[in-house]
């Protein structure tokens, strides 16, 4: 038998539930209204954003791995990994180079997304010939499918600067969107 709020709250004399759905709807609102200003500037702002995503990317990187280098030192050494080391090693060049040119990583980015789409298209159009073999009635949505993605992988190639414009704007999108769903659930959860 599942428990309600009410018996929880019965069940737990002296814990202030009201506080705790308190600081949460708070949380969210703020959370939501941080995530629509990031998605307007995202928006707005596209060039100055891949410039500062960059720069958070590659210091989260840059500290992720200072943290595992320093975790493989504190270790003892039978529980040490060299592929941990490397890792973290990797990790802090590549957070410093993503630091000092923030607008070179976010190409490389798309690099490395149009040849996942351009492989992943091939792929794709050579199962499409294996379903067909095999008789599957629609095997040519999956053909189609694999053209599209060699066709993106491409166009992504060709024009980085748009791909990663739009890169951008789909993570802005994305954000406010977020962004409004979060503040929309903290108000419900302010009436009730």
């Known amino acids: 038998m599942m428990s309600t709020p009410s018996d929880q709250q ?9 506080r705790l759905r308190s600081g949460a709807r708070t949380a969210l609102i703020v959370q939501g209204v941080l995530s629509l200003l990031m998605g307007l500037a995202f928006l707005f702002m596209p060039f100055a954003s891949v410039w500062a995503f ?11 791995g200072a943290a ?7 270790r003892d050494k039978e529980h040490r ?36 789409a351009i492989l992943l298209g091939i792929l794709y159009a050579v199962n499409s010939f294996e379903l067909r073999k095999l008789g599957a009635r629609f095997w040519w949505g999956v053909l189609l499918s694999g053209i599209l993605a060699v066709v993106l992988g491409f166009i992504m190639l060709f024009n980085t600067g ?31």
């Open 10 to 18: 019965a069940q737990t004399p002296g814990f202030d539930w009201d």
């Open 54 to 64: 960059g720069i958070v990317f590659g210091a989260w990187t840059l500290v992720t």
């Open 68 to 74: 595992t280098i320093v975790s493989w030192f504190t």
């Open 81 to 116: 990994s060299g592929w941990a080391l490397f890792s973290g090693i990797v990790s802090v060049l590549a957070g410093s180079a993503v630091m000092v040119m923030p607008q070179a990583a976010a190409i490389a980015v798309v690099y490395i997304m149009a040849f996942w």
């Open 162 to 192: 748009a791909a990663v414009l739009g890169l951008i704007w789909l993570i802005g999108i994305y954000a406010i969107v977020d962004g409004i769903a979060e503040i929309v659930i903290g108000v419900r959860m302010r009436r009730r």
